[in-house]
């Protein structure tokens, strides 16, 4: 990071007001309420508007990215470009874990598909507690609380249960209600926008399903 700081521009939707470390010591001598957050990250576009809102609270957010449950290895790696895109124009910092367990998150599943989010969830939320703890970082969200196709209270509830594991806070904050605000920017930025959730059965929901007749023709 470059040590730069952007502030507020009314004539944008951007509000980042922090880029570094040191600026978020010198906050936090000011007010204990300025948290180090570790942000874990699905997808830049879902990340936009929780980085806003975090950083506009003057917490120093630095981004996580773990997400084995994205399928195929394809569409895995156009989003990550696009959050290296979108990081690097923010100088955000995030730490990368690329490992591609297709197998792990398989197993995981099968038979159980049904219930598929929730172990996806638990998969990656309790990765980003461990990250956190590892980290020293006074508390840990998600961008999944940004979406408004996710199992929000679910994602809520197993992000406090990984918290009492890991003994970091999860800090909960419904970002769903700037989901036009993230969208939008996401648009002007030009960023990679996929069209399903994520894993192989979210690809066959997505592209999959006749209109007629359901599940026939796939």
Known sequence: MNG??????????????????????HAKRKTKNVMKILLHIC????????????????????????????????????RAAALEEYAALLNLPVIWDRA?????????????EAERCRFCYHLRLF???????EGKFDAFTSSLLYSKYQKHELIREIGEQA?????????????RQGWQTGQARSKELGLYRQQYCGCIYSERERYCRDRLDGWANC
């Open 4 to 25: 730069t700081q952007r502030s507020k521009d009314s004539n944008s939707s951007t509000a980042f007001i922090m880029t570094n470390e040191a600026f978020f010591l």
């Open 43 to 78: 997808c830049a576009p879902c990340a936009i508007y929780p980085v806003q809102v975090l950083t506009g609270g003057e917490h120093y957010v630095h981004g996580f990215f773990y997400n084995p449950n994205i399928h195929p290895y394809q569409e895995f790696a156009r």
């Open 100 to 112: 591609y367990d297709l197998e792990g998150f398989l197993r995981q599943v099968v038979f159980r």
């Open 127 to 133: 990765a980003a507690a461990r990250a956190a703890k």
């Open 163 to 175: 918290a009492r594991e890991a003994g970091v806070p999860f800090y909960y904050e419904d970002f």
